[in-house]
């Protein structure tokens, strides 16, 4: 059995971001159980990489009956049920597919998956027609699509059900591999080998080579779990866990194995379990390289800084791992004030790989700097913030000036005292940081467990709960956000400490959206929890902190809705970081409905690909290869500020799924669609009332509804605009409240006093729309077919 500590529960925000909820399913009562057994270790073995909840159906077994199920699977789900046919009744899954106990795996299922509409089974016609349910055969159920009718037939029986489907015309066709009967496969007829999944009778023939492909799981637990775990290739992290942990006691479990669990450790954040795996295999091992280089940015998590450098310069040895070990050792230098250590790391790196990116990252970054001009101590402000460079994220260059400007004009060294968020705050930096006439953090998704983690605040500032305790200077956290991903794992204890010490020792604590602020104050102490408030990102009110002449009351006319002239250009953004997180099992939908929208689009307007990262340019090369459309390409990580501002000032409309390919764009009063894949732009949207904005990328008709919103905004561009502007009036007043208080908390005079606000064209503005919930992103698709 396995006894590891739980992982800690995924985030779970489904009803935000519109991702589906999968899970397989059989029905089996006591007589079918040792074949279930069988169907589990085959789904396991033949598809490494899929682990989804796996409904077990039952009329009524005691809880021990799943006992041995258990120790098979991590996500049992066991449900009273009358019959089998209740698969097809409400689950709680939005894809359910259907396996029986006669089945077993013998290939990937994960194209079942992708699956979005019907009900498709393998279409095998006899006397009475397609009979799918009276066969016995797999079926992949798309809830929505089934009808009342079909549901009103379950009490008849299968045949009643099979004609409903028939009528209601849901069926969608499988290939044959997915439903192989073994019946015919008699004598020494072989499996063919495309066969996904063979299904059997009540009995099949021993010794026939049907019989064999299904002999090869019936193993015992042990020898399941060696099986799994001695598999090439990718696996998944929960399915790992279970089959691997507890290593069996006396012995020593295989070093490659050990390093395969800490690292799934690793990523769920568990780093202190990862530390005690590999400390334990590195013993007296200095040749495994890359263990040592895993157990040293484990340590570096834990804030563990001289453990960590240790174990990173002995991954150094091996010329495959220490361009990269050399990486992790500049970012361990330099996050803790070694700068010239840093850059002499980055350069051994880039003497071991001259093409390692990280390493020339790192020591660009941390090349000596001219000496600049500074202001005085007590007239600074002090900005923690992450402050992008390179090649980094367009967004994180642009909001540190946007966080500035709404304290005054000057945004430069002479007026701020910049500090790296993720740089530990020890005793010269607290000294720094408390000589400033005020502190202030932000903004940006800082509420965020694995970029940059330490175990000093468990987010992204890397500041002790005994050093934030000693900050004397008036300290505002401003516009941050909660930025945890759908479906992401994390610990939260000390986070939530950390965040109670943060909120308690902060003057001012407003976070960029409403979904943040709920957020927060469920990890709060009551007490604290009417301390946080809303502050929406600087960049949403672009037009108020920098007017530009053709923005003003009486300035230049420009386009025809009043602002700049405009391009005849539509930019489109997405993002790859977390992709899991991100698409599911939908990456493949969401690719060609994309294609189609930007085909259509690409009728009225040129579509151009606004990139916020290199990373973010997948979308181009993807687009080209599997649908045969080339976008051009604007590298917005390669611009300036003004640039990037101007680019989104000028084009018609955007479509973004970064949170600043929506934000940046609307602050320059250009209408935006929002392509959610992260809560936060849904959070965003509703805080501006304005939820039909965004449409889900798990949305099954993405390509048409993107085409006609983008179609609508087009054709009546002026209105578009204005409301825009009219959304921003909200976020400015917000905003200017915020700072009035702020300026008594730093002694600041008011920077916008008397300066003219931009011009809002007098137009109607439509009205509020928080009756009319984004279809496809918070509710299902209810159309017929």
Known sequence: MNTSAAAPAPDDRRAVTGKRRIAFAAYADEDRMPGLLVLLRSLALADPAVCEDFLLLHPGLPDSAFDAARRLHPRLVPRTVESRLDVFRATGYDTVVALAPGMVVLGSLQPLLALRTGVAAVPRPGPDGVRPVRDGGLLVIQHQDVTEAVRDALAAGEDAVDRALDEAGVLEPLGSRYDVPAGPLHDDTPVPGSTVVLRFAEYAAPGTPAREARARYELDDEEFRAAYCALPGPKH???????????????????????????????????????????????????????HETLGISLMALSRHEEAETHLLLATVSPDFAARAYGQLARLAWLRGRTADAHAYAREGIDADPTDGNCHAWYARTRPAAARATGTPGEQLAHVALFADGKENAGDKVLPEAVRRCFGPDTGPARWHERHVHRLVDEPALEELNSRRGIVVGGGGLFLPDTAPNSNSGWQWNIPDDVLARITAPLAVFAVGYNVFDGQRYRRERFAASLTALVGKSAFFGLRNQGSVERVRELLPEELRDRVRYQPCPTTVARHLDPRPDDLPGGPDGGPDGGPDRDDTVLINCAYDRAGLRFGHDYGHFLAETAAAVRAIGERAEVRYAAHMPADEKFVHDLRREHGTALPVEPLYLFSNDRIRELYRRTRLVIGMRGHAGMIPFGCGTPVISLVSHPKLAYFLADIDRPDWGLSVHDRSLGARLAERAAAVLDDHRAAVADVHGRQEHLWSVTRANLAELRDVFGLPDPFAGRPGPHVPALHVPGPRAAEPARGLHLPDTRTK
């Not at 769920?268 to 390289?289: C, H, I, K, S």
């Open 237 to 291: 992290p929960e399915l790992l866990l279970h089959c691997a942990l507890p290593f069996p006691e006396g012995g020593r479990a295989p070093v490659d194995l050990v390093r395969q669990v800490a690292e799934v450790h690793r990523q769920q954040g568990r780093y202190d379990e990862a530390v005690a795996l590999l400390t334990a295999a590195v013993a007296d091992r200095p040749d495994l390289p890359r263990c």
